[in-house]
């Protein structure tokens, strides 16, 4: 191969495809059309004298060649990347940058109103637009420049995006603090026998799967009321007998108002991360804003 012949563009397209596994989207994420990409990969398959990219059933399958070089490409133009914008240094002070998040509600109580005041004094020209979190279009959105963040369990992300865990979660128990059946060290049968609130985040479900684990236990709950959104459900359970499941993090700080004890039986929590796409990797100010959410993440 002739160095000095070499067309650094190329490189970018082949880890757009790589990332991608279709021509169409990385067209779209490179801003070019669809020949324009298909020109480029014929000329990336005569550079490397491999075909990269096989054709399948659902978008492209990269090579075994393709994988060896997918990492080691990315890093080389991340390195170039940042050598592009080490004069633009990101002053949150002066900066002026619109960031949007998709998430959902509960993320949006825990996480992303504790960003916003924060940012507030640490970056007040750093503004945040929120967008509801929908893991089936998360990848194109992210590609079009519709969606800069995504906080979400890693499991129904794309793999395609780049990801890091910002925390794990757990579930606990609570209601309000004169409830007649609610303490710490419950049976599983008391808490069986407890008038619940559950969320279904698709809506109308009265199962999920605690239940599951009950029944493996023998046990059947009482299943009052199905919540589309856990935001509401603490005020619900301060107001009644109901009780609930819930993230920890969404009650941490309304010990005042409810008991919080902890579940009876082993009830899995779930993890959060953050989530974004290669076009936002190398910008600066971006990469501030993953950073100062990272760590506040971290210590919430």
Request: aromatic fraction near 6%.
């Amino acid at each position: 191969m002739d160095s000095k012949r070499l067309d650094l563009n190329l490189l970018i397209t082949l880890e757009a495809l790589l990332v991608e596994q279709n021509v169409t989207k990385a067209a779209n994420c490179l801003n070019l059309s669809q020949p324009a990409v298909s020109a480029q990969l014929s000329r990336l398959r005569d550079m490397f004298d491999d075909p990269l990219l096989i054709p399948a059933q659902r978008g492209m399958t990269p090579t075994a060649k393709a994988l060896e070089l997918l990492d080691p490409l990315r890093h080389a133009l991340d390195q170039a990347r940042a050598i592009l914008v080490e004069h633009r240094h990101f002053d949150p002070i002066t900066a002026r940058l619109t960031i949007t998040i998709a998430c959902t509600d509960y993320l949006q109580a825990t996480v992303v109103q504790p960003l916003a005041i924060a940012l507030k004094k640490q970056a007040p020209g750093v503004r945040i637009a929120l967008r509801h979190l929908d893991p089936q279009q998360l990848e194109a959105q992210m590609a079009r420049g519709q969606v800069d963040l995504a906080l979400m369990t890693p499991e129904h992300g794309p793999s395609t995006l780049r990801s890091r865990h910002l925390f794990d979660e757990r579930y606990v128990l609570i209601g309000k603090h004169q409830h007649p059946g609610l303490r710490q060290g419950l049976s599983v049968e008391e808490f069986a026998g407890l008038d619940q609130i559950i969320v279904s985040l698709r809506g109308g479900d009265f199962t999920s799967p605690v239940d599951d684990g009950l029944a493996a236990l023998g046990y059947q709950r009482n299943v009052v009321l199905s919540a589309a959104s856990f935001l509401f459900v603490p005020e619900m359970v301060a107001h009644s007998d109901f009780v609930a499941l819930v993230p920890e993090r969404l009650v941490s700080n309304r010990q005042e108002k409810l008991k919080i004890v902890e579940c009876p039986f082993p009830v899995p929590g779930f993890s959060v991360n953050m989530l974004w796409h290669e076009r936002n990797h190398g910008h600066s100010g971006h990469h501030w804003i993953r950073e100062f959410t990272s760590e506040l993440a971290c210590n919430l």
